[in-house]
């Protein structure tokens, strides 16, 4: 058997770090705050593994002539950050096989991250990769993510009865009620968060804690579904055709204009959610479905463009049983089945609220949009960032592409699904 990679063992020491410190999830949960399985249970188990490429080239002049005009990266200190998380409420991360690499003009460079940092809100974790001396014209990221994802059910009867702390929340949790790029606050500033929270108040009627958080939750779900009309892809081009990277226009945008991707959709219920006191973040990830394996994404047209999803998980903390529970609950796919919700929502299960029959051949990866911290992309959000010490290039252009696999099990694996 081979030896762990540097990169493998860095990431298990990061999950072992944030069980034993409480700032960021650990391979099932918070510190010693472990999911309520009673609540939400997890099914059909799914391997998969994820590639994602971010390249990043030089900015590409024309002259007079329409003949390229080609920068240079020239540096001496760089840091490349991408996002990563360990585990969801339906997938896991397997950190003994995971690996990572940069490639300097197809030349490697970097072959595994020289540090994982902890700490960051809703459990975010940076892989971080250091450049010294670099003269190139392009660099290349790639992330190798080997996840197990499932499906999820919800006891609706158990989660009904968890209450509101009578304390605070959990570190975890409430981390994920800190502000948030794209939720609170934009590249250019703070958003006016006021249409966000006027929503809130009419539909709860000023009392969000009249109900008990499942119930709210579901609530609120409820009206998000209803006000937003799903529109656009939700990506942006780079002059190739190429993804560049995602188009979203801020929580209160969409509350505003009450249309938008997926993706605002869930940056909406996240605000709303939070508005209400409820410890929510945003989950994005790949959908591998089963006709989707072994296939690359490059372009957006409307025949290949890249399945990301975005949800929503929110936290049930029950205080006496001494568990935290992250609940899915994805607005998108609930108005894509229907755009009115039924007289008899709150009374009954919802498929897309805790029950999510297709997060199986869904690949979480990250629960921001951007590394919250200081660095930069170029162009969109693409869930990487650099900190250039020196001569940082003020154009660059950057593509992200992501392919998807099926995961060969080994009998034991078959054994214990059995």
């Known amino acids: 058997m081979n030896a762990p990679s540097r990169w493998a063992l860095a990431l298990t020491t990061a999950a072992a770090t944030a069980a034993a410190t409480g700032t960021a999830l650990a391979q099932r949960g918070q510190a010693d705050l472990l999911p309520d ?9 799914q391997q998969w593994t994820l590639t994602t490429t971010v390249n990043i080239r030089a900015y590409q002049a024309y002259n007079s002539r329409s003949m390229p005009a080609t920068e240079r990266f020239e540096f001496k200190r760089a840091a490349v950050v991408y996002l990563m998380i360990y585990v969801t409420a339906s997938s896991e991360i397997n950190t003994e096989t995971a690996t990572g690499s940069i490639d300097i003009d197809d030349r490697d460079a970097v072959a595994e991250p020289d540090a994982m940092l902890e700490g960051y809100p809703s459990g975010t974790t940076l892989a971080r990769w250091d450049l010294t001396n670099i003269d190139a014209r392009e660099m290349t990221l790639e992330v190798v993510l080997p996840v197990k994802s499932f499906r999820t059910e919800i006891n609706e009867e158990l989660a009904s009865q968890v209450d509101w702390p009578s304390g605070q929340w959990p570190e975890i949790a409430a981390s ?35 109900a008990k958080p499942y119930l709210a939750a579901k609530w609120l779900l409820g009206r998000v579904v209803e006000h937003v009309q799903p529109s656009g892809p939700g990506f942006n081009n780079d002059r190739g055709g190429s993804i560049e990277g995602l188009d979203v226009q801020g929580a209160a945008a969409t ?13 909406l219920l996240t605000a709303v959610y939070r508005e209400a006191g409820i410890p929510a973040r945003l989950v994005v990830g790949y959908d591998a479905g089963s006709d989707k394996e072994q296939q690359r994404f490059l372009k957006t047209s409307r025949a290949n463009a890249p399945e990301i999803r975005a949800w929503v998980e929110f936290a049930l903390f029950d205080e006496a049983a001494g568990t935290l529970t992250w609940i899915p609950a994805d607005p998108h796919a609930m108005r894509k089945s229907s755009s009115r919700i039924r007289p008899n929502f709150m009374e009954r299960e919802q498929k897309y609220f805790g029950n999510h029959d297709e997060l199986d051949g869904v690949i979480p990866f990250a629960f921001q ?3 919250p911290t200081t660095v930069r992309s170029y162009g969109s959000p ?7 010490l020196d001569n940082p290039p003020n154009y660059s252009e950057q593509s992200i592409s992501f392919r998807a696999a099926r995961t060969a099990q080994r009998g034991e694996d078959r054994r214990n699904r059995r």
Do not use: C
């Open 37 to 45: 399985e009673k609540i939400l249970s997890q099914s059909n188990s």
């Open 369 to 371: 949009l951007h590394p």
């Open 176 to 210: 994920s009620l800190e502000p948030q790029l794209y939720i609170d606050y934009g590249p250019d500033g703070a958003y006016d968060m006021r249409p966000v929270e006027e929503l809130v108040d009419e539909w709860t009627g000023g009392n969000p804690r009249s």
């Open 255 to 267: 509350a505003v204009n009450k249309r938008g991707s997926a993706i605002d959709m869930a940056l």
């Open 382 to 388: 693409a869930f990487w960032g650099w900190a250039v």
